[in-house]
């Protein structure tokens, strides 16, 4: 059984930066494609950014480009998301998830596992 958790969320002022961690077990972490989602209060859950199981492909939605920065080490087992220049817009719970494929996935519901999610705040 795969397990996720997320860490790194918390309140920053606009203008700051985070680094969200997605730590990974159960399985081989290699094989698997890893994405960040968000959701703000009274909104659906969005993908962020996602990763294929090398590193070799991201994606980003239009929202984050060039402000986040999704990577990963197979190396080494967490998945992070880089965060700069960040705007109350960006307040939401983030969530990792994974699947197991090395294509890289976007959609929510192509994903198997997930994180309990963790809180980012950003203030004005």
């Not at 606009?14 to 730590?23: K, M, Q, V």
């Not at 990763?51 to 080494?76: L, P």
């Amino acid at each position: 059984q795969v397990h996720l958790v997320e860490s790194g969320g918390g309140l920053v002022q606009a203008g700051d930066s985070l680094r969200l961690s997605c730590a990974f077990s159960g399985r081989a972490f290699s094989n698997y494609g890893r994405g960040w989602f968000r959701q703000a209060p009274g909104s659906e859950q969005d993908a962020v950014a996602a990763i294929s199981w090398n590193g070799g492909s991201t994606y980003y939605a239009d929202a984050v480009k060039g402000r986040f920065t999704i990577s990963r080490d197979n190396s080494q087992n967490p998945v992070y998301l880089q965060m700069h220049n960040l705007t109350p817009y960006d307040t939401a719970v983030y969530y990792c998830a994974a699947v197991r494929t090395r294509n890289i996935r976007v959609l929510r519901a192509t994903y198997a596992y997930w994180g309990q999610g963790t809180q980012v705040t950003v203030s004005s």
